[in-house]
């Protein structure tokens, strides 16, 4: 048994944590809870990037992890439950394809996403290389949420949730990326949540629901 | 092979049979306390065996062979698990005879004894009851054939004394692989065994009803043997569950005799934990439809595929 130090013990189960509440999203139905699961993915991600910061000495992880608190734990959160009051959607439709019928793609997507990080991961040198293939795992599990899912709520929260794994897998590619990258994609996820949140009141003003199926047509009536 | 490790064999399968009608009293005394119920005594169980044991066996007209020899079976499965399942000592002389892969196949080959007992006679409900039986058990088995993988991946075997034996000695620390499969597990157990968000134990002629489905042409003795060794499987589930993640106490080859004064105290501290943790499960969730089964036993199934995945990951 190889004997591996504390905090890469946590930082794996940081990453597994991730990875499950990635899955977690997938399932949910309720948008209220998703916004919550997001909540908790986000400040996972802000304790992964606040152990990094301290094991690795590198002083803007710090920052990025006190910004991944603000801006995901709560700051988003609370102004998507803001948006969901008004909004009055509460459940989404019943998706694409059944529950665990996503999970099971989900697990497919998890096996390829392990398998296409393998080489990424023995050209890394990082002390959190092999949790790669979970922060891949968490963008194409987010993908998948944003293609199932109808209702233009929950598929703002795949968008989200992508984010987050695309920041997880710079960390434990390469301990984040450089200060103006990461301050620069924070402001764009805070504008796209405030812009979609205007889209959303056009889309149910207009058809009277926040189904994207109806954007599919080009004309209003068929 | 000396004669402790034979003893403790025989030992391990006296107490499995004899306290799994006591740790099934122990829970249902836990589950009523949570609901503010007077609790039935912790010996009900046996005085229930004892009475359908001296009544008279009644079978229908139309029964085959196979409903007479099926309680038998099925009862005798159970103990034979309960042989090879190291709930006190990883010494034993029979379990060389069958690793934990072995073991999943005699829960199914007790399941499959009950199912075709159950549609023998040809009522609705037998049949209705077989057919549930098989849905939740086509989805649990590779669930927990995953669990077991997970625990073999760690330790490189499939034999249950071996896994219980590395991971009591192993400074495992923190393994989410094996924290995954935990969960999955005790979401297998909970459906396997009729618990409550699957199947509720409490309730006779209901059309939601699974287990006690299958045993209502039964009564008297053969009765008796069945609901003896549904106690007894759900005690070979909790013993697993205790071998595989809560390895402590148990006695290992180099402790010898004196361990064995310690694994049996360990033991009846972990099922009185194991029972009281149950009995809250089953308080605090209700019971699910019949259709959201197989969700239910797709999210263990996710549980121990993504325990075995990021222990593979992880380990790299």
Not at chain 1, 77 to 105: A, C, F, K, Y
Not at chain 2, 34 to 43: E, G, I
Not at chain 2, 112 to 138: H, P, Q, Y
Request: aromatic share 8%; proline share 4%.
């Amino acid at each position: 048994m190889t004997h591996l130090p504390l905090y890469q013990q946590l930082l794996d189960s940081c990453a597994a944590l991730l990875l499950l509440l990635s899955f977690a999203m997938l399932s949910q139905r309720r948008v209220v809870a998703l916004v919550n699961l997001y909540a908790v993915q986000g400040a996972v991600l802000a304790a992964t990037t606040l152990l990094l910061a301290w094991r690795t000495g590198q002083d803007h992880l710090y920052v990025s992890a006190a910004l991944t608190l603000a801006l995901k734990v709560m700051l988003l959160p609370w102004l998507l439950h803001r948006l969901i009051r008004r909004l009055q959607v509460h459940r989404d439709t019943e998706p694409l394809l059944n529950v665990s019928g996503t999970m099971l793609v989900g697990l497919v997507i998890v096996v390829f996403a392990f398998s296409l990080a393998q080489p990424i991961t023995r050209l890394a040198s990082t002390a959190t290389r092999s949790a790669i293939g979970i922060a891949l795992a968490v963008v194409l599990l987010a993908f998948l949420m944003m293609i199932t899912r109808r209702k233009a709520v929950s598929q703002v929260m795949g968008f989200l949730s992508m984010e987050n794994g695309v920041l997880f897998g710079a960390m434990s590619a390469s301990y984040g990326m450089p200060m103006i990258v990461e301050l620069g994609m924070a402001l764009d996820v805070l504008v796209a949540v405030l812009v979609l949140g205007v889209f959303f009141f056009q889309i149910r003003e207009r058809f009277d629901s926040l189904d994207l199926h109806h954007l599919e047509s080009l004309k209003e009536h068929q | 092979m000396n004669a402790i490790d034979w003893i403790t064999q025989v030992l391990e399968v006296v107490v499995a049979v004899a306290a799994a009608p006591a740790f099934l009293g122990w829970l249902n005394q836990c589950r009523a306390w949570l609901q503010n119920r007077r609790a039935p005594s912790l010996w009900l169980p046996y005085r229930n065996l004892h009475k359908l044991f001296h009544k008279e066996a009644l079978i229908a007209e139309s029964a085959s062979p196979l409903f007479r020899i099926a309680p038998y079976v099925v009862f005798g499965t159970m103990v034979v698990a309960a042989g090879i399942i190291p709930s006190m000592s990883t010494r034993l002389p029979l379990v060389g005879s069958a690793d934990a892969i072995a073991l999943v196949g005699l829960f199914a080959a007790a399941r499959m004894f009950m199912t075709l007992a159950a549609m023998d006679v040809g009522t609705a409900f037998g049949t209705l009851g077989a057919r549930r039986e098989m849905m939740v058990g086509f989805l649990a088995e590779p669930a927990l054939l995953m669990v077991i993988f997970v625990a073999s991946q760690i330790s490189s075997s499939t034999a249950l004394p071996v896994i219980t034996d590395h991971l009591a000695s192993g400074h495992l620390g923190l393994s989410p692989g094996l924290a995954f499969s935990a969960v999955a597990f005790i979401l297998v157990l909970l459906a396997e065994n009729a618990r409550i968000p699957v199947d509720n134990p409490a309730t006779h002629l209901e059309l939601t009803m699974i287990h006690e489905a299958m045993l209502l042409e039964y009564s008297a003795r053969h009765l008796a043997l069945m609901e003896w060794a549904a106690q007894l499987k759900l005690f070979n589930y909790v013993c697993i569950g205790f071998a595989l993640f809560l390895p402590w106490g148990v006695a290992r080859a180099h402790i010898g005799p004196i361990g064995l004064a310690v694994a049996i105290p360990a033991l009846a501290m972990k099922l009185a934990v194991a029972g009281a943790a149950l009995a809250l499960i089953e308080t605090v969730s209700a019971k699910m439809r019949v259709m959201r089964i197989p969700e239910f036993l797709a999210t263990a199934f996710l549980f121990a595929v993504l325990g075995l995945l990021v222990h593979v990951l992880l380990k790299a």
